[in-house]
T-cell receptor
Framework: DAGVIQSPRHEVTEMGQEVTLRCKPISGHDYLFWYRQTMMRGLELLIYFNNNVPIDDSGMPEDRFSAKMPNASFSTLKIQPSEPRDSAVYFC??????????????FGEGSRLTVL | ELKVEQNPLFLSMQEGKNYTIYCNYSTTSDRLYWYRQDPGKSLESLFVLLSNGAVKQEGRLMASLDTKARLSTLHITAAVHDLSATYFCAVVIGGADGLTFGKGTHLIIQP
């Protein structure tokens, strides 16, 4: 399996611009997660989906952030408008609820976002 | 609110030495995960601990879980430079699905 695939790997943009991050989960996985990693705050769960349905978006920082999962093989995380404090590495992860390793997350390589 | 605390956050040690990283969590949980992250890279799953008393070993790393004490340990035996990385523990509350991560332990192993 190719693993979780994220794009772009690096994004540099200016404040106020729209940013869209993309994720393709591992085929057959029924959960998809978006995390954000910064030095100050560590790894934060932003939102997760089960069978393409958003389950918990309480970690989304504010209305500028939105996420969708239109089908089982694709998800997007959008920031509009972007701000310098959004600069971080955004990870997508997927998992399979069933045993043997219940809930183990498999992470993509991450999208490093820099907002100037 | 679930809190996950790792200790220490930074550790510099010499090759050949043994050491233990601790992970405490604040709410009852029956699942604990250990991940490794190299600089600029993704997170790699190391161990999945699914019950009280669970112990898993891979090479020089051994992880254990005590759900009554809400404590997991990651023990490093005869450290080698290749184990230099940041190690995270993560916990999920029963019924929820997203993992809550500790701050990570930045481990440097010097020759």
């Amino acid at each position: 399996d190719a693993g979780v695939i994220q794009s772009p790997r690096h994004e540099v943009t200016e404040m106020g611009q729209e940013v869209t991050l993309r994720c393709k989960p591992i085929s057959g996985h029924d959960y998809l997660f978006w995390y954000r990693q910064t030095m100050m705050r560590g790894l934060e769960l932003l939102i997760y989906f089960n069978n393409n349905v958003p389950i918990d978006d309480s970690g989304m920082p504010e209305d500028r952030f939105s996420a969708k999962m239109p089908n089982a093989s694709f998800s997007t995380l959008k920031i509009q408008p972007s701000e310098p404090r959004d600069s971080a590495v955004y990870f997508c992860a997927s998992s399979l609820r069933e045993a043997p390793n219940t809930g183990e997350l498999f992470f993509g390589e991450g999208s490093r976002l820099t907002v100037l | 609110e679930l809190k996950v605390e790792q200790n220490p956050l930074f550790l510099s040690m010499q090759e050949g030495k043994n050491y233990t990283i601790y992970c405490n969590y604040s709410t009852t949980s029956d699942r604990l995960y250990w991940y490794r992250q190299d600089p600029g890279k993704s997170l790699e799953s190391l161990f999945v601990l699914l019950s009280n008393g669970a112990v898993k070993q891979e090479g020089r790393l051994m992880a254990s879980l005590d759900t009554k004490a809400r404590l997991s340990t990651l023990h490093i035996t005869a450290a080698v430079h290749d184990l230099s990385a940041t190690y995270f523990c993560a916990v999920v509350i029963g019924g929820a699905d997203g993992l809550t991560f500790g701050k990570g332990t930045h481990l440097i192993i010097q020759p």
